[in-house]
């Protein structure tokens, strides 16, 4: 069992920056892979990025791609989404979920792949 807690989220301008962090409990965190998604109002949830829970491996929607940036620091069982040049579009709340099911060096896209989802952090981009 693991708890996320989000954190990081707030009002920023288009082009701005924001870095979202994800504080997971439990000791084994680092064999769990890590997903962000983000929801913006009236749409499904969405994939953002992933990091794998050995080699941290990265993969990222095409959306986010150069933009963003996920890492991840198993001594403070944190994991970190750098997001820069924001956008209006980016306007969501994000999410950040675990798995412990994942393969070695496998980053995980879909929604159902993921056991333990946080409360989620508002991100709110004006233009």
């Known amino acids: 069992q693991v708890q996320l807690v989000e954190s990081g989220g707030g009002l920023v301008q288009a082009g701005g920056s924001l870095r979202l962090s994800c504080v997971a409990s439990g000791r084994t965190f680092s064999s769990y892979a890590i997903g962000w998604f983000r929801q913006a109002p009236g749409k499904e949830r969405e994939f953002v990025a992933a990091?794998?829970?050995?080699?941290?491996?990265?993969y990222y929607a095409d959306s986010v791609k150069g933009r963003f940036t996920i890492s991840r620091d198993n001594a403070k069982n944190t994991v970190y989404l750098r997001m820069a040049s924001l956008k209006p579009e980016d306007t969501a709340v994000y999410y950040c979920?675990?798995?412990?099911?994942?393969?070695?060096?496998?980053?995980?896209?879909?929604?159902?792949?993921?056991?333990?989802w946080g409360q989620g952090t508002q991100v709110t981009v004006s233009s």
């Open positions: 979920a675990a798995t412990a099911r994942a393969p070695l060096s496998t980053v995980l896209t879909a929604l159902s792949r993921y056991d333990y």
């Open positions: 990091i794998s829970w050995i080699r941290s491996t990265t």
